[in-house]
Nanobody, 126 residues
Framework: QVQLVESGGGSVQAGGSLRLSCAAS????????MGWFRQAPGKEREGVAT????????YYHDSVKGRFTISQDNAKKSLYLQMNSLKPEDTAMYYC???????????????????WGQGTQVTVSS
């Protein structure tokens, strides 16, 4: 059973930074993709950033390009999301996800992924 555990969420002011971590029960390289999604109250869950773990290729939602960076540390079985220049509209529950199969690229849709974490809350105040 694959487990993904997110951490690093919190409350920050606009313009601040947070680094989310996702600890996996398998090496990140064992997955085709890993990614970060977010869901704000009353909204659909949306893909924020994704990584093709073998190649290190990345892709971002337009709303976070230039501000967020996805990265991995296979030795630590961890995925990260560095979030800079945070805005109030970034407020959401953030989820880590992983995929065993290659279902298309860029992998920013929920049906691409097989495993999900429980989420970590990010709140950005103005």
């Amino acid at each position: 059973q694959v487990q993904l555990v997110e951490s690093g969420g919190g409350s920050v002011q606009a313009g601040g930074s947070l680094r989310l971590s996702c600890a996996a029960s398998r090496d990140t390289g064992d997955f085709f993709f890993m990614g970060w999604f977010r869901q704000a109250p009353g909204k659909e869950r949306e893909g924020v950033a994704t990584m093709l773990t073998a190649a290190g290729s990345t892709y971002y939602h337009d709303s976070v390009k230039g501000r967020f960076t996805i990265s991995q540390d296979n030795a630590k079985k961890s995925l990260y999301l560095q979030m800079n220049s945070l805005k109030p509209e970034d407020t959401a529950m953030y989820y880590c996800a992983a995929a065993d199969l290659h279902r298309g690229w860029p992998a920013l849709t929920q049906d691409t992924y097989d495993y999900w974490g429980q989420g970590t809350q990010v709140t950005v105040s103005s």
